[in-house]
């Protein structure tokens, strides 16, 4: 029934039409679509498209920029819309977030926050490129049960196993639990690394969370 404007979504990535973009999530919203599928069915297609044709040529880096640019402002448009959802919730536990250093992808680690803010979830997010002890410190200091770590590039992924190795050093393991994931991150490599969480999507990462703080 929606496939029209999930498909308007998608283009509007694609495009780089980021007005375009806007516009769809707030008529998403009004239609009472659950935002949720707005990103999944919509808007994730679309950047997922562009991300392929970057891979073989067809794409270059502005594009790639543009689709990013609006993805972003499609998923700002949907926040709030989603945090509403999330009222009144229990604090089931503090999660420190951040994508791993030498990594400035930061539109899946933003939707895994506020998917664990709305589950119920206080989220410390650092943002992109952050040192690992920054990391690792800002849980200290939060007492976090969670660091969570998003790594989108094969060169970046490796920065995560240090997070885990910094934790071992302080003598913070094993109540600090680290939950991995990002496009290149499976469940072999957070098991290699000694995390003790990985989920390949938002809605998996709050499962998983829950899972770890020992709520579900
Ligand atoms: Co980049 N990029 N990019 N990029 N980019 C990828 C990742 C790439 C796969 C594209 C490709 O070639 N097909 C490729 C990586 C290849 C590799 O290493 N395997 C790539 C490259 C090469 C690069 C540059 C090196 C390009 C260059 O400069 N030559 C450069 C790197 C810069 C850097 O980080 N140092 C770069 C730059 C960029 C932009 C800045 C232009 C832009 C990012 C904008 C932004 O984030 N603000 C960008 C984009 C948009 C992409 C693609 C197209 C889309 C990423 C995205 O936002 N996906 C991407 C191709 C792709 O993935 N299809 C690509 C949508 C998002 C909702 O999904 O982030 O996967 P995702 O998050 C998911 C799950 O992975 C999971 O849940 C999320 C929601 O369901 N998840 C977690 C994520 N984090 C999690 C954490 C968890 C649990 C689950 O627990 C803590």
């Avoid at 992808?105 to 664990?116: A, E, Q």
């Avoid at 969570?148 to 302080?170: C, I």
């Avoid at 490599?189 to 709050?206: L, Q, R």
Wanted: aromatic share 4%.
């Amino acid at each position: 029934m929606n496939d029209e404007i999930y498909r308007a979504m998608s283009e509007s990535v694609l495009e780089g039409e980021t007005e375009r973009a806007v516009k769809l999530a707030n008529e998403a919203i009004q239609a009472g679509i659950d935002p949720l599928d707005a990103i999944n069915l919509g808007f994730v297609p679309g950047v997922d498209q562009i991300g392929e044709q970057f891979s073989c040529g067809e794409a270059f880096l502005p594009q790639l920029v543009m689709a990013g640019e609006t993805m972003k402002a499609a998923l700002n448009t949907l926040e709030p819309e989603m945090a509403k959802q999330g009222l009144n919730r229990q604090l089931l536990g503090t999660v420190v977030l951040g994508t791993i250093v030498g990594d400035i992808h930061d539109i899946g680690k933003t939707l895994v926050g506020t998917m664990l803010t709305v589950a119920g979830f206080k989220v410390i997010d650092l943002g992109v490129d952050v040192p690992v002890m920054t990391l690792v410190e800002t849980a200290r200091e939060h007492q976090a049960d969670i660091i969570g770590v998003s790594a989108l590039l094969t060169t970046t992924m490796s920065n995560q196993r240090d997070v885990v190795e910094a934790l071992e050093d302080l003598g913070m393991r094993p109540e600090t639990k680290v939950m991995v994931g990002g496009a290149p991150v499976t469940r072999e490599w957070a098991k290699e690394i000694g995390a003790d969480g990985y989920s390949e999507d938002a809605v998996g990462a709050v499962a998983v969370a829950r899972h770890l703080v020992g709520a579900g």
